[in-house]
């Protein structure tokens, strides 16, 4: 079955890190550009990270830059998001996405309401940063 499978969500107190993970399963992740997006209860979709097929190129949204860090591992068929100096807006069901196209990718994390054109979604793993 082809699944991208995230993990690594739980809680977190303002200050603290986690490292979410992202592994594809049923299919080469190396063939794919791969983003991080999130969804908090009453908000719009936000994508905040991705990572181009041969970690050349990564993209961040401004929300997350300087906190947050891409990185595969295509040998594991995982990627990586590392969260550090978590703040409590940063609470939110986080999900990992696939595409062949590094532009379209990036343009969809740019402007979320596009996300039916990329081709695989994980489930999500839920994040909460609360004291």
């Known amino acids: 079955q082809v699944q991208l499978v995230e993990s690594g969500g739980g809680l977190v107190q303002p200050g603290g890190s986690l490292r979410l993970s992202c592994e594809a399963r049923?299919?080469?992740?190396?063939?794919?550009?791969i983003g991080w997006f999130r969804q908090a209860p009453g908000n719009e979709r936000e994508g905040i990270s991705c990572?181009?097929?041969?970690?050349?190129?990564?993209y961040y949204a401004d929300s997350v830059k300087g906190r947050f860090t891409i990185s595969r591992d295509n040998a594991k068929d995982t990627v990586y998001l590392q969260m550090d100096n978590l703040k409590p807006e940063d609470t939110a069901t986080y999900y990992c996405?696939?595409?062949?196209?590094?532009?379209?990718?990036?343009?969809?994390?740019?402007?979320?309401?596009?996300?039916?054109?990329?081709?695989?979604w994980g489930q999500g793993t839920l994040v909460v940063v609360n004291s």
């Open positions: 049923g299919f080469q992740m190396d063939e794919y550009a």
């Open positions: 990572i181009s097929h041969s970690d050349g190129d990564t």
């Open positions: 996405a696939a595409d062949l196209s590094w532009g379209t990718l990036v343009r969809v994390a740019k402007t979320p309401t596009l996300s039916r054109y990329l081709e695989k």
